[in-house]
């Protein structure tokens, strides 16, 4: 596979984009974060609008795969608007449930394979071990990764039993991460 065709730069590179288009920014997120970007619904009206310009056919869209990423931005917005994870697990469910959303319409347009990536254990990245002197995890907030990944998974299993197919599934980013940690950890043991 070729390398994604930013969004942004479509116009310059038209001959690609068929092929392989990626609708990332960095630092949004399922819903508005104060980043200058577009959320996930916004991003999905522009692979829509695609669709509507006749970029895309629904043999393309058939054919194709999308990788959706909820990365965890908006659960750091959360936390620095809220300065904490009190009412964390309702807001978690409502992000799965627009993700929910978001992956049904990725659906409705005609995308046969979707790809959703599992957050990793963010309780991990260095942010979050800082009051740990960086020697462990948060694992309060590695346990909220956790009920998220257990949510999503949940609705993975839905979609899937709702439009009588395998078109949604996870891919796995906690275990890779996880086994990147463990393995590190074991290593500097020895």
């Given at each position: ?9 479509r116009?310059q590179?038209?001959g690609r984009v068929?092929y ?6 960095g630092g949004i997120g399922v819903?508005d974060?104060p ?10 009206d522009?692979?829509?609008?695609l669709?509507?310009d ?5 043999r393309?869209l058939?054919?194709?795969?999308a990788?959706?990423s909820?990365?965890?931005?908006d ?5 620095a608007?809220n300065?904490s994870?009190v009412?964390f697990?309702?807001?978690?469910s409502s992000?799965v449930?627009?993700l929910?959303?978001?992956l049904?319409?990725i659906h ?5 394979k979707i790809?959703v990536?599992s ?5 991990c990245?260095?942010?979050?071990t800082?009051?740990f002197?960086?020697?462990q ?10 009920h998220?990944?257990?949510l999503?998974l949940?609705?993975v299993?839905?979609l899937?039993n709702?439009t009588?197919?395998n078109?949604?599934f996870i891919l796995?980013?906690h275990g ?8 590190s950890?074991?290593?500097s043991?020895?």
């Amino acid at each position: 596979m070729k390398t994604p065709i930013p969004y942004g730069c479509r116009k310059q590179l038209v001959g690609r984009v068929k092929y392989v288009l990626s609708f990332a920014y960095g630092g949004i997120g399922v819903f508005d974060t104060p980043a200058p970007y577009p959320n996930m619904t916004t991003q999905i009206d522009f692979l829509k609008q695609l669709i509507n310009d006749s970029v895309y056919t629904k043999r393309d869209l058939g054919t194709s795969l999308a990788y959706v990423s909820a990365s965890g931005n908006d659960y750091a917005i959360y936390i620095a608007m809220n300065g904490s994870t009190v009412g964390f697990p309702t807001f978690i469910s409502s992000v799965v449930s627009q993700l929910t959303v978001n992956l049904r319409r990725i659906h409705g347009l005609g995308v046969k394979k979707i790809a959703v990536g599992s957050l990793p254990p963010l309780g991990c990245v260095p942010a979050n071990t800082a009051p740990f002197s960086f020697q462990q995890c948060n694992q309060a907030q590695n346990a909220l990764v956790n009920h998220h990944n257990q949510l999503l998974l949940q609705a993975v299993t839905n979609l899937n039993n709702q439009t009588n197919s395998n078109s949604f599934f996870i891919l796995d980013i906690h275990g890779a991460f996880s086994t990147v940690f463990n393995t590190s950890s074991s290593r500097s043991e020895i």
